[in-house]
């Protein structure tokens, strides 16, 4: 499986990825910290203009972080999969002796993996640079982190899982549906339905959702590669 997975990166250019990852990363660390500190987010009166439950600085962290990564997982399980079936690449790919199964996860994983490390990094990165800049400069959202503390680690790790996870869903519409724009589409959506509020209700908030995303994402993952050996190409 970690030769299937070191093909694909190798096949699919991972230094580009690695190129955008980075790119994004740097993009959201300027956007948090012109939020957190250049008064972006102030009314012209200075207050902090921010919905109920988003004064603190970690939330639109992990909802910028999250959408962006949701998005660039799907974009990358389109390109290493949806668009290998379209433009026949996989056809050669299931010539090898080896189960198709197989090959799917092994691309499913290799995208996981990518992501999960990029998402990772990167929120280490901005939590960092606010924790450096918060030194030195005032903010309107409240600080409310703590990255000397091992709790601190371990639900940003867990929240990592959720979001690179819930890229499986999408990845299982487009390969429905055979388009990677529907998988890029189905990333949007679900975007909306899980960052949204409905008046002061949001799924973001309840501590049962994440758990239940990730198994159903997991279920969604075994959905799209179950019957490989038997269905025709896309």
């Known amino acids: 499986m970690l030769k299937l997975i070191k093909l694909e990166w190798k096949k699919n250019n991972i ?6 990852a980075v790119i994004l990363a740097v993009l959201l660390c300027l956007f948090i910290y012109a939020l ?3 008064g972006i987010a102030n009314d012209p009166d200075g207050t902090l203009d921010a919905a109920e439950g988003m004064n603190t600085i970690s939330a639109p962290i992990e909802l910028f972080t999250s959408m962006s990564f949701l998005i660039f997982t799907s974009v990358m399980l389109a390109s290493f999969i949806v668009s290998a079936y379209k433009n026949k690449t996989m056809n ?5 002796p080896i189960k198709r199964q197989k090959i799917l996860a092994s691309q499913m994983t290799a995208v996981w993996l990518f992501n999960f490390a990029a998402l ?5 990165f901005l939590y ?7 030194r030195g ?3 309107p959202f409240l600080i409310d982190f703590d990255m000397g503390d091992l709790s601190f680690y371990v639900q940003l790790l867990m929240k990592a899982v959720v979001t690179v996870s819930m890229s499986f869903i999408a990845l299982f519409v487009g390969m429905y549906m055979k388009s990677s724009k529907a ?6 959506i679900l975007i909306f339905l899980t960052q949204a509020n409905i008046g002061d209700y949001s799924l973001a908030d309840n501590r049962v959702f994440p758990i ?7 279920i969604f993952a075994v959905l799209s590669i179950y019957n490989a050996e038997t269905k025709d190409l896309l």
């Open 36 to 38: 957190a500190f250049l």
């Open 15 to 20: 230094i580009k990825y690695i190129r955008n």
């Open 212 to 218: 239940a995303l990730t198994v159903i994402s997991f």
């Open 183 to 188: 998988t890029i589409i189905a990333s949007f």
């Open 137 to 139: 400069m005032q903010s």
């Open 92 to 96: 050669l790919m299931f010539s090898y």
């Open 128 to 134: 960092a640079s606010v924790s450096i800049g918060s």
């Open 120 to 124: 990772v990094i990167t929120k280490l």
